[in-house]
């Protein structure tokens, strides 16, 4: 039997059908965006306008009212004036709409007139039995039925679930998360959260077979005791990364007048995080660096790695991992001398990091030497290079590189330890030897910071679930 | 009169001809790619092959050693082996070649006989009065001439010189900076430093009009007095980034055997280029990032920031401007209530950051604040995104955002401070509005921290060049 948060919050992530009250035909407005952009990305279910002045929209019937559909809803997008929502509340009340999402705004985060509305929003909600999303967000992007209300075109369905406090800022965070590959199940954008908090996006997406990580954006908590409480439980089954802004002064006034939220102590957040095993991340994209790493790949047994690339690209990686906190052990003398045999001949006599000296002969020996790597019992995870060609119309040049990916695909599963690459290539990310790599889960990653931060979240949420399930 | 360093190193840089010591018809050999690379990419000088076992590579007469060339020789590549090389530099001063770059590894980096093979090439260079790069580097290029021995295809000119103590690493690094937008005036991948330094390189881009700003990969120091010294002066013509790998133990390790350099203190580097002005960068792309802000903006008068943007990334922005030493002061009221008539009458009563709350009106909204920030005496420089538009077939909405990139454009002369703007969509890098940024010297960035850290750049160097003005 589903859960309580499942069945309340499944009829508005997997909506069969959705209502647009308040719907336009002006693209550009709220209203005629929540009726086109489902439209024209291919929302796998029925779209009904509802506005009382006209009669169709972008081709589909319009309703006076929500009341007036004579057809099942599961959910309901409003747009309407803020002054008009309680009534809107009402009709999906009397008509039996399962969820709402509220993309007006107006309410506590602009006036006391607002808070006093909002409140009214929330009162007839809930003795109505609707739960719903936001008011003064963005809407919602779900891959379960394909309904994007507010992102890029084309996104691209993956298993990062994305809950963001911020609305537009979120939207493009989310963009920038597509141009470098990452997939979404879930994009919430979470308004002031008048009825669902964040803690309870948390919680269904805990449940959400669609979603392997969470990733949140948040400014301040609504209610932080509860947030962290059900963090706990379900980083049990999924890792949770978190950007937690307003630290600072200038930061905390922004957020006051943004999301009508208090900032709260930084300090505390942080230890909270730590206590309960949330990753916090130091910039904002970076929690969608970790959680590509997360969703797709093996979780190391300690955080020992062993780093393959070519001079100074091994010396930054190795800076890197260090200072998060992983080791980079020396090798042992028996590998430095049966490794030598697959270098260069001028390369120096191999230790961890290995060194190419700029004199790789081919994809495979980088790959061989992974899979030697990998082997190792004081190993627990590997970073290296993306398998690249020189010549796209070189064919043997693209095969070897692409039988260098299956080597390295073969890793995570063949010695249970995760692997991270460094893609200096575009070409290694997308093609042949990105899908190579892609249905491996193994991540490619423009920077060896990148590289190191996400085997550091690896280790780290290794560690949060050896010590869960160890209670 | 042209000084010691720029005499001694413009034959390299500004070469007219160019010799290739072990020229091969291999294309992937550095003999090869020697010839092929400068050729491909439009080197606007003669190329003169030499190999005694060939007649003609790629089409242009090759010849048995560089003392049967019939022609002027500025500068010579040797890429012979090791055990070669002495002979090779021999020739060059019999041939009076002026300078000379050389690839060739297996010297000091390899071993002990290697280091001796090293003495013996720069004791015959030294008496002959030629100065050289490298050797166990990746060669050079240079904007100059447009010759292009190692990097990609279409390397960008610009105002950008890059000196890298890694060479492949180092080559990557600039194809990740392309790839940004940025363009270089040089790159120089040093080698093992047997002659010439970073020391050397940072005097001579010191006064190369192709330089705006010098950004450095290091490893370890020659000779850290000497370069620090010169570094004090040069910083008061331009400013100079670093990232310095080596600081932990892993690190240290891999440094020793690729460059054969010691890292040295960390705290020392750190404490030195705090002294003498050097910007230290914590990620190796981030010298870039800084450098392109720093190539083309007037210098704030101190370090009060304005910021624009919705929501979240006003607050994000603020975050870490103020983490970073950065002021974000908030507004008076007089300028607040004249603010509000600019904003959506749903914006909260703007203080700094200024948020739009998502709901911006037109591209000149933006813009037409920014102005008038840019006024305010307590503000130093903006940060605001980059205008865009959203349909690229609706000629009106392109023609108000490119008219807003020009209102834009026009605050860094008008007011004599920096703006620096975050660009969430690709066309507003490119195109049009890419174009009338770029010629503004303003930089578009992919993420709030770059728009921050290069704000924190300028307000650095700035202090640096009061510092060193009232000297």
Redesign the interface.
Known sequence: MPSDIVRQLDPIFKAKSMAVIGASRAP?KWGGRAVLMPLLTGYRGAIYPVNPREKEIAGLTCYPSVRDIPYDVDMAVIVVPAALAPQAMADCVAKGVKGVVMIT??FA??SEEGRVLQDEVVRIAREGGIRFVGPNG?GIYTSAVNLNLCLHDDVRPGKIAFV???????G?LA??AE?KGYGLSKFISIGNQADLTAADYVEYLGEDDDTGAIVL?M?GFKDGARFFRVAREVIKKKPILM?K???????A???M???SSLAGSDEIVDAMCRQVGIIRAT???HPFDMAEALIGLPLPRSNRVA?I????????T??T???LGLQ?P?LDRETSIKLKEALPP?A??P???V?F???MRGPLDEVQVADALARIDYIDGIICNTPHF?EEDNRDDVKTAVQGAEILAAIPEKYGKPVVTLS?H?HSRGGAIGDVMKKAGIPSY????QCARAMMALAQYAEVRRRSDGE
Request: charged residues 20%; hydrophobic residues 30%.
């Open positions: 550009f705004a107006g985060e602009a963005m963001s406090q911020s609305g537009t800022f979120g493009l963009e920038v141009r954006y400014e950007y802004a307003g630290r600072t002064e200038a930061a006034r922004a957020t007048s943004h999301t910039e904002v994209t780093i690339g070519s001079g100074g690209q091994g010396v930054v190795s800076d991992c260090e200072s980079v020396a001028h120096p006599v230790s961890n990091p060194d000296a700029g004199g020189h200096w575009s423009e920077t060896p910071e």
